[in-house]
Nanobody, 128 residues
């Protein structure tokens, strides 16, 4: 059972930056497939970014491409999401998530139904 503990988030003005962190309680010998998702009230949780293949591969939703960067520190078992040039539409509850390999690549990496383990969520608010 993997536990994911999130930190970071908060409130920022348009154009600002925030970084989210997600610490995993354990890994298998092969790093888990991991991703970031966000959700706003009355809408489904959507995939934002994913990382797999021991961090060699990443995939981003079109809405955040070029502004967000997902990364991982396998030694520290920590996942990050650097969010730059934030927009009001980025506002939402952000969740990190993981599932054991083999990982799905491409757009499938943002399929929330693939993920078994979820962080507690952290709020990101971007004001105009």
């Amino acid at each position: 059972q993997v536990q994911l503990a999130q930190s970071g988030g908060g409130s920022v003005q348009t154009g600002g930056s925030l970084r989210l962190s997600c610490a995993a309680s354990e890994y298998s010998s092969r790093p888990y497939c991991m991703g970031w998702f966000r959700q706003v009230p009355m809408k489904e949780r959507e995939g934002v970014a994913a990382i797999y293949g021991q961090g060699h591969f990443t995939y981003y939703a079109d809405s955040v491409k070029g502004r967000f960067t997902i990364s991982r520190d396998n030694a520290q078992k920590t996942l990050y999401l650097q969010m730059d040039t934030l927009k009001p539409e980025d506002t939402g509850m952000y969740y990190c998530a993981a599932y054991p390999p083999p990982c799905n690549g491409g757009i499938s990496s943002l399929n929330r139904n693939k993920y078994n383990y979820w962080g507690q969520g952290t709020q990101v608010t971007v004001s105009s």
